[in-house]
């Protein structure tokens, strides 16, 4: 383990507050990417971003920010804009040699009250 | 468009008896191909990937391009075997370079 790490593990919210997850990476990847783990449905592409201080859409970007500042952090903002936040919140990076390889994050579960 | 399929959501097998997690492809060139696993309480992690042609914990992976398929395999499963599987194409032509998940195979080994 170790690598990429995200913060908090758990975190709760009331319905109407933004909130934003922490994602931080020490493998020098210029590549990092959020996604929406939910039962049954798999992973979905939230955002990525390939290079510093650009990022782009994925599959399921509405209610949702990011910004990436420093190529070591990929912040992921969730708004009162998404209608359904209840989920598992996973974070990785791609880079190096191995370039096509996604590395993850342990995760945040967020639960909106 | 490019899709993958994971036909089974829950495979439950014996310990000792083979395994095969299917995952099916649809993509206008030739991706790359990963499998992912998450056990309990741990992060997702690579399994194996085709072009290293390994094998992982004895699991193997065989790309059909004529089926376009990359089904993972092992011939005598393990109790510590189960866990959630995530086939993974990762095109190669015409895309901005994102891995594609399938909806995963929860594999379950009884003792």
């Known amino acids: 383990d170790g690598g990429i790490t995200q913060s908090p593990k758990y975190l709760f919210r009331k319905e109407g507050q933004n909130v934003t997850l922490s994602c931080e990476q020490n493998l020098n990847h210029d590549a990092m990417y959020w996604y929406r783990q939910d039962p049954g449905q798999g992973l979905r592409l939230i955002y990525y971003s390939q290079i510093v201080n650009d990022f782009q859409k994925g599959d399921i970007a509405e209610g949702y920010s990011v910004s990436r500042e420093k190529k070591e952090s990929f912040p992921l903002t969730v708004t009162s804009a998404q209608k359904n936040p209840t989920a598992f919140y996973l974070c990785?990076?791609?880079?190096?040699?191995?370039?096509?390889?996604?590395?993850f994050g342990p995760g945040t579960r967020l639960t909106v009250l | 468009a490019q899709r993958v399929t994971q036909p089974e959501k829950l495979l439950s097998v014996f310990k000792g008896a083979p395994v095969e997690l299917k995952c099916n492809y649809s993509?206008?060139?030739?991706?790359?191909l990963f499998w992912y696993v998450q056990y309990s309480r741990q992060r997702l992690q690579l399994l194996l990937r085709?072009?290293s042609r390994e094998s992982i914990k004895g699991f193997t992976a065989d790309l059909n391009k004529g089926e376009t398929s990359f089904h993972l395999k092992k011939p005598f499963a393990q109790e510590e075997d189960s866990a959630m599987y995530y086939c993974?194409?990762?095109?190669?032509?015409?895309?901005?370079?994102?891995?594609?998940f399938g909806k995963g195979t929860k594999l379950s080994v009884k003792p």
């Open positions: 990785a990076s791609s880079g190096g040699t191995r370039s096509n390889e996604q590395f």
């Open positions: 993974a194409p990762y095109p190669l032509e015409g895309s901005q370079g994102n891995l594609i």
């Open positions: 993509y206008s060139g030739s991706p790359e």
């Open positions: 085709h072009i």
